[in-house]
Protein backbone atom coordinates (compact mmCIF):
# COMPACT_ATOMS: atom_id res chain seq x y z
CA UNK A 1 0.00 0.00 0.00
CA UNK A 2 1.03 3.53 -0.68
CA UNK A 3 3.11 5.41 2.02
CA UNK A 4 1.17 8.73 3.50
CA UNK A 5 2.58 10.54 5.93
CA UNK A 6 0.71 12.27 9.15
CA UNK A 7 2.48 13.51 12.17
CA UNK A 8 1.20 15.11 15.48
CA UNK A 9 2.69 17.06 18.74
CA UNK A 10 -0.03 16.28 20.69
CA UNK A 11 -2.68 13.37 21.29
CA UNK A 12 -5.19 15.94 21.39
CA UNK A 13 -4.88 15.84 17.58
CA UNK A 14 -5.97 12.76 16.87
CA UNK A 15 -9.75 13.31 16.79
CA UNK A 16 -9.06 16.83 15.47
CA UNK A 17 -11.20 17.74 12.27
CA UNK A 18 -9.63 17.84 8.87
CA UNK A 19 -9.61 20.29 5.66
CA UNK A 20 -10.84 18.06 2.77
CA UNK A 21 -7.27 16.89 1.82
CA UNK A 22 -6.61 15.15 5.07
CA UNK A 23 -9.84 12.86 5.83
CA UNK A 24 -8.41 9.69 4.47
CA UNK A 25 -4.94 10.97 6.24
CA UNK A 26 -6.56 11.04 9.64
CA UNK A 27 -9.18 8.24 8.92
CA UNK A 28 -5.93 5.77 8.52
CA UNK A 29 -4.38 3.54 10.42
CA UNK A 30 -0.49 4.51 11.48
CA UNK A 31 1.88 1.50 11.88
CA UNK A 32 5.20 2.72 12.07
CA UNK A 33 7.33 6.12 12.78
CA UNK A 34 9.85 6.78 10.20
CA UNK A 35 11.68 9.92 11.76
CA UNK A 36 11.05 12.88 13.82
CA UNK A 37 11.45 16.73 13.50
CA UNK A 38 13.24 18.73 16.31
CA UNK A 39 12.52 22.75 16.81
CA UNK A 40 14.96 24.00 18.94
CA UNK A 41 15.27 27.55 20.63
CA UNK A 42 19.11 28.33 20.57
CA UNK A 43 20.94 30.44 22.35
CA UNK A 44 18.63 33.75 23.36
CA UNK A 45 19.41 36.93 21.87
CA UNK A 46 21.31 34.96 18.62
CA UNK A 47 18.82 34.37 16.36
CA UNK A 48 20.11 30.98 15.70
CA UNK A 49 16.93 28.57 16.25
CA UNK A 50 17.14 25.41 14.19
CA UNK A 51 14.91 22.62 13.07
CA UNK A 52 16.32 18.89 12.31
CA UNK A 53 15.22 15.54 11.22
CA UNK A 54 15.97 12.36 12.28
CA UNK A 55 15.97 9.70 10.37
CA UNK A 56 14.57 6.06 12.07
CA UNK A 57 15.46 4.13 8.71
CA UNK A 58 19.36 5.17 9.27
CA UNK A 59 21.32 2.33 11.00
CA UNK A 60 24.07 4.33 12.18
CA UNK A 61 23.26 7.75 11.94
CA UNK A 62 19.87 9.81 12.57
CA UNK A 63 20.80 12.85 12.16
CA UNK A 64 20.47 14.00 8.93
CA UNK A 65 22.95 16.17 7.71
CA UNK A 66 22.05 17.69 4.43
CA UNK A 67 21.20 21.02 3.88
CA UNK A 68 17.55 20.01 2.68
CA UNK A 69 16.42 18.81 5.60
CA UNK A 70 19.46 20.71 8.41
CA UNK A 71 18.65 25.22 9.51
CA UNK A 72 21.11 26.12 11.38
CA UNK A 73 19.49 29.72 11.13
CA UNK A 74 15.63 29.30 11.85
CA UNK A 75 14.78 32.75 13.64
CA UNK A 76 15.18 34.13 16.97
CA UNK A 77 12.83 32.02 19.94
CA UNK A 78 11.38 29.04 17.54
CA UNK A 79 8.80 28.08 20.12
CA UNK A 80 6.30 25.38 19.00
CA UNK A 81 6.28 23.11 16.14
CA UNK A 82 3.37 20.66 14.50
CA UNK A 83 2.33 19.22 11.59
CA UNK A 84 -1.44 18.98 10.69
CA UNK A 85 -2.50 17.43 7.28
CA UNK A 86 0.09 17.78 4.39
CA UNK A 87 2.03 20.88 6.14
CA UNK A 88 4.34 21.21 8.97
CA UNK A 89 3.84 24.73 11.09
CA UNK A 90 6.88 26.22 13.08
CA UNK A 91 5.75 29.10 15.93
CA UNK A 92 8.63 31.91 15.64
CA UNK A 93 8.23 34.39 18.45
CA UNK A 94 10.94 36.57 17.13
CA UNK A 95 12.81 39.22 19.00
CA UNK A 96 9.81 41.74 19.32
CA UNK A 97 11.35 43.83 16.06
CA UNK A 98 8.71 42.60 13.25
CA UNK A 99 10.42 39.38 13.12
CA UNK A 100 7.26 36.87 14.35
CA UNK A 101 5.96 34.35 12.01
CA UNK A 102 4.29 31.18 12.03
CA UNK A 103 6.83 29.23 8.73
CA UNK A 104 4.82 26.79 6.60
CA UNK A 105 7.38 24.09 5.70
CA UNK A 106 7.40 20.92 3.53
CA UNK A 107 7.10 17.87 6.04
CA UNK A 108 9.01 15.94 3.86
CA UNK A 109 11.79 18.14 2.51
CA UNK A 110 11.92 20.70 5.21
CA UNK A 111 11.43 23.35 2.50
CA UNK A 112 9.74 26.70 3.71
CA UNK A 113 6.12 26.88 1.96
CA UNK A 114 5.19 30.45 3.25
CA UNK A 115 6.12 32.69 6.12
CA UNK A 116 3.00 34.53 7.23
CA UNK A 117 3.25 37.41 9.59
CA UNK A 118 0.10 37.92 11.97
CA UNK A 119 -0.90 41.62 12.65
CA UNK A 120 -3.03 43.32 15.27
CA UNK A 121 -3.66 46.70 15.81
CA UNK A 122 -1.39 47.64 12.79
CA UNK A 123 1.44 45.83 14.81
CA UNK A 124 3.03 42.42 14.09
CA UNK A 125 2.40 39.74 16.78
CA UNK A 126 5.14 37.23 18.36
CA UNK A 127 3.43 33.62 18.00
CA UNK A 128 3.69 31.17 20.76
CA UNK A 129 2.14 28.16 20.77
CA UNK A 130 0.08 26.04 18.42
CA UNK A 131 -2.85 23.94 17.99
CA UNK A 132 -5.20 23.04 14.77
CA UNK A 133 -8.53 21.54 14.20
CA UNK A 134 -11.78 21.68 11.30
CA UNK A 135 -8.82 22.69 8.93
CA UNK A 136 -7.63 25.79 10.79
CA UNK A 137 -4.36 25.72 12.72
CA UNK A 138 -4.31 28.22 15.91
CA UNK A 139 -1.81 29.99 16.93
CA UNK A 140 -1.79 32.28 20.50
CA UNK A 141 0.12 35.63 20.29
CA UNK A 142 2.06 37.68 23.50
CA UNK A 143 0.28 40.36 23.30
CA UNK A 144 -3.11 38.21 24.23
CA UNK A 145 -4.58 37.13 21.41
CA UNK A 146 -5.27 33.90 19.18
CA UNK A 147 -5.14 33.35 15.72
CA UNK A 148 -6.87 31.50 13.22
CA UNK A 149 -5.33 30.23 9.41
CA UNK A 150 -6.75 28.75 6.91
CA UNK A 151 -4.57 25.94 5.66
CA UNK A 152 -5.10 26.33 2.32
CA UNK A 153 -4.98 30.53 2.02
CA UNK A 154 -2.76 31.20 5.09
CA UNK A 155 -5.48 33.82 5.32
CA UNK A 156 -5.84 34.67 9.30
CA UNK A 157 -8.06 36.18 11.62
CA UNK A 158 -6.92 37.35 14.73
CA UNK A 159 -9.41 37.41 18.13
CA UNK A 160 -8.62 39.31 21.23
CA UNK A 161 -8.67 38.33 24.62
CA UNK A 162 -8.99 38.73 28.41
CA UNK A 163 -5.52 38.57 29.59
CA UNK A 164 -1.91 39.37 28.40
CA UNK A 165 0.98 36.68 27.17
CA UNK A 166 -1.74 33.99 25.68
CA UNK A 167 0.32 30.92 25.69
CA UNK A 168 -0.28 27.53 25.35
CA UNK A 169 -3.45 26.36 24.20
CA UNK A 170 -5.35 22.62 23.86
CA UNK A 171 -8.82 21.70 21.55
CA UNK A 172 -11.64 19.84 23.47
CA UNK A 173 -14.85 19.19 22.04
CA UNK A 174 -16.14 22.74 19.88
CA UNK A 175 -13.75 24.98 22.30
CA UNK A 176 -9.91 26.40 22.74
CA UNK A 177 -8.46 26.59 25.93
CA UNK A 178 -5.78 28.88 26.23
CA UNK A 179 -3.61 29.84 28.88
CA UNK A 180 -3.04 33.81 29.74
CA UNK A 181 -0.22 33.82 31.88
CA UNK A 182 1.13 37.96 31.56
CA UNK A 183 4.30 37.50 32.17
CA UNK A 184 3.54 35.80 35.70
CA UNK A 185 0.97 38.16 36.65
CA UNK A 186 -2.20 36.71 34.71
CA UNK A 187 -4.29 33.96 36.01
CA UNK A 188 -6.69 33.21 33.50
CA UNK A 189 -7.58 30.82 31.01
CA UNK A 190 -9.66 31.92 27.94
CA UNK A 191 -12.48 29.58 26.38
CA UNK A 192 -12.90 30.19 22.70
CA UNK A 193 -15.56 29.03 20.65
CA UNK A 194 -14.05 27.40 17.81
CA UNK A 195 -16.96 27.66 15.14
CA UNK A 196 -17.51 31.44 16.27
CA UNK A 197 -14.31 32.41 16.68
CA UNK A 198 -15.06 34.24 19.91
CA UNK A 199 -14.32 34.57 23.62
CA UNK A 200 -16.82 32.51 25.69
CA UNK A 201 -15.55 32.40 28.84
CA UNK A 202 -12.66 33.22 30.97
CA UNK A 203 -11.52 30.97 34.06
CA UNK A 204 -9.83 32.04 37.20
CA UNK A 205 -7.01 29.70 37.66
CA UNK A 206 -3.90 29.46 40.10
CA UNK A 207 -1.15 32.57 38.65
CA UNK A 208 1.15 32.32 35.91
CA UNK A 209 -0.38 29.12 33.31
CA UNK A 210 1.77 27.71 30.64
CA UNK A 211 0.74 25.28 29.28
CA UNK A 212 -2.53 22.96 28.86
CA UNK A 213 -3.44 19.73 27.51
CA UNK A 214 -6.76 17.35 27.01
CA UNK A 215 -6.60 14.16 28.57
CA UNK A 216 -9.46 13.19 26.24
CA UNK A 217 -12.02 12.40 29.32
CA UNK A 218 -13.45 15.96 29.98
CA UNK A 219 -10.42 17.14 31.29
CA UNK A 220 -7.39 19.33 30.50
CA UNK A 221 -4.48 19.39 32.57
CA UNK A 222 -3.04 22.71 33.48
CA UNK A 223 0.90 23.35 34.60
CA UNK A 224 1.78 27.14 36.35
CA UNK A 225 5.28 28.35 36.58
CA UNK A 226 6.74 30.04 39.80
CA UNK A 227 6.33 33.23 40.44
CA UNK A 228 8.60 35.57 41.65
CA UNK A 229 7.51 39.10 41.71
CA UNK A 230 3.90 40.79 42.16
CA UNK A 231 1.09 39.94 44.25
CA UNK A 232 1.54 35.71 44.22
CA UNK A 233 5.59 36.06 44.79
CA UNK A 234 6.54 33.05 46.06
CA UNK A 235 4.18 30.95 44.37
CA UNK A 236 5.51 27.43 43.47
CA UNK A 237 5.17 25.87 39.82
CA UNK A 238 2.46 23.21 40.44
CA UNK A 239 -0.27 20.63 37.85
CA UNK A 240 -4.17 21.68 38.35
CA UNK A 241 -6.86 19.32 36.46
CA UNK A 242 -9.51 21.78 34.74
CA UNK A 243 -12.84 20.15 34.23
CA UNK A 244 -14.29 21.36 30.68
CA UNK A 245 -17.97 20.28 32.34
CA UNK A 246 -17.87 22.99 34.79
CA UNK A 247 -14.87 25.35 33.51
CA UNK A 248 -13.23 25.66 37.39
CA UNK A 249 -10.03 23.99 38.47
CA UNK A 250 -11.11 20.93 40.38
CA UNK A 251 -7.66 19.15 41.38
CA UNK A 252 -4.44 20.51 42.60
CA UNK A 253 -1.13 18.73 42.80
CA UNK A 254 2.14 19.12 44.36
CA UNK A 255 3.72 18.74 41.32
CA UNK A 256 6.59 21.48 40.30
CA UNK A 257 7.14 21.11 37.00
CA UNK A 258 7.87 23.31 33.88
CA UNK A 259 6.23 21.81 31.52
CA UNK A 260 4.15 19.33 30.35
CA UNK A 261 2.49 16.35 27.96
CA UNK A 262 -0.36 13.75 27.95
CA UNK A 263 0.08 10.41 26.76
CA UNK A 264 -2.53 7.60 26.80
CA UNK A 265 -2.43 6.37 30.31
CA UNK A 266 -0.48 9.68 32.11
CA UNK A 267 0.25 13.14 31.48
CA UNK A 268 4.41 13.75 31.73
CA UNK A 269 6.49 16.55 33.98
CA UNK A 270 9.67 17.69 33.34
CA UNK A 271 11.61 20.57 35.04
CA UNK A 272 15.55 21.43 35.50
CA UNK A 273 16.59 20.45 38.72
CA UNK A 274 19.47 23.17 39.49
CA UNK A 275 20.69 21.91 42.93
CA UNK A 276 21.41 18.71 41.22
CA UNK A 277 21.77 19.81 37.93
CA UNK A 278 20.09 16.71 36.68
CA UNK A 279 16.03 16.66 35.69
CA UNK A 280 12.69 16.47 37.97
CA UNK A 281 10.83 13.88 35.73
CA UNK A 282 7.46 12.94 37.20
CA UNK A 283 4.03 11.31 35.16
CA UNK A 284 0.34 11.41 36.62
CA UNK A 285 -1.72 8.53 36.12
CA UNK A 286 -5.14 9.71 34.47
CA UNK A 287 -7.11 7.22 35.59
CA UNK A 288 -6.57 7.59 39.28
CA UNK A 289 -4.57 11.19 39.54
CA UNK A 290 -1.74 9.23 41.44
CA UNK A 291 2.04 10.82 41.00
CA UNK A 292 4.67 9.12 40.36
CA UNK A 293 8.57 9.72 39.61
CA UNK A 294 9.17 8.85 35.92
CA UNK A 295 12.38 7.35 35.92
CA UNK A 296 14.52 6.17 38.80
CA UNK A 297 17.48 8.17 38.01
CA UNK A 298 16.57 11.30 37.17
CA UNK A 299 19.96 13.53 38.17
CA UNK A 300 21.15 11.08 35.22
CA UNK A 301 19.75 12.99 32.48
CA UNK A 302 20.68 16.89 33.05
CA UNK A 303 18.17 19.41 32.79
CA UNK A 304 14.97 18.15 31.74
CA UNK A 305 13.08 20.71 29.39
CA UNK A 306 9.95 20.00 26.92
CA UNK A 307 8.27 16.42 26.80
CA UNK A 308 6.76 15.01 23.75
CA UNK A 309 4.82 11.63 23.46
CA UNK A 310 4.67 9.57 20.45
CA UNK A 311 1.04 8.19 20.37
CA UNK A 312 1.82 4.98 18.41
CA UNK A 313 4.19 4.03 20.84
CA UNK A 314 3.65 6.40 23.59
CA UNK A 315 7.60 6.74 23.72
CA UNK A 316 8.12 10.05 25.46
CA UNK A 317 11.20 12.34 24.34
CA UNK A 318 12.27 14.76 27.32
CA UNK A 319 14.60 18.02 25.43
CA UNK A 320 17.22 19.49 27.24
CA UNK A 321 17.89 23.06 28.96
CA UNK A 322 20.73 24.84 27.74
CA UNK A 323 22.45 21.53 25.90
CA UNK A 324 21.54 19.58 22.51
CA UNK A 325 20.45 16.15 24.22
CA UNK A 326 16.88 14.02 24.06
CA UNK A 327 16.49 11.75 25.98
CA UNK A 328 14.03 8.73 24.72
CA UNK A 329 12.45 6.45 27.28
CA UNK A 330 9.34 4.17 27.37
CA UNK A 331 6.11 4.84 28.73
CA UNK A 332 7.16 3.47 32.14
CA UNK A 333 10.62 5.55 32.36
CA UNK A 334 13.12 2.60 30.73
CA UNK A 335 15.92 5.02 28.68
CA UNK A 336 16.00 3.67 25.10
CA UNK A 337 18.72 6.41 23.76
CA UNK A 338 19.99 9.82 23.64
CA UNK A 339 19.91 12.16 20.60
CA UNK A 340 22.19 14.87 19.97
CA UNK A 341 20.67 17.69 18.06
CA UNK A 342 23.09 20.11 17.38
CA UNK A 343 21.64 23.08 19.25
CA UNK A 344 20.42 23.80 22.74
CA UNK A 345 16.82 24.12 23.97
CA UNK A 346 14.65 21.77 22.20
CA UNK A 347 11.14 23.68 22.11
CA UNK A 348 9.30 20.94 20.34
CA UNK A 349 8.83 17.53 18.82
CA UNK A 350 6.74 16.18 16.13
CA UNK A 351 6.87 12.36 14.49
CA UNK A 352 6.25 11.19 11.55
CA UNK A 353 4.04 8.33 11.58
CA UNK A 354 3.48 6.06 8.19
CA UNK A 355 0.90 3.61 7.16
CA UNK A 356 2.61 0.75 5.51
Request: aromatic share 8%; charged share 15%; glycine share 10%.
Amino acid sequence: MKKQIFSLVMVALLTSGCNKDDIEKLNDKYETTIGLWVLSEGTMGSGDGQLVYFDYNAVTDRFVRNNAKRFQSFGETPNDLMIYGSKMYAAIQGSGEGDGMVRVINPVTGATIADIVIGKDAEEQQPRRLAATDGKVYVTLTSGAVAQIDTVTFTCQVTALTGTHSDGLAVAGQSLYICNSGFGEGHTVSVVNISSFTETDVIEVPYNPVNIVYAGNGELYLNTLAVWTGAAAGTPANVHVLSTASNVVTHTFDVAVESIAVGKNYVYGAASDWGTFGSILKKISIADKSVSEFTDAPDDYTLGYRLSVNPLSNDVFVTQMMGDDIFRFTEDGTHIETLQTGQENGSAIVFVNILQ
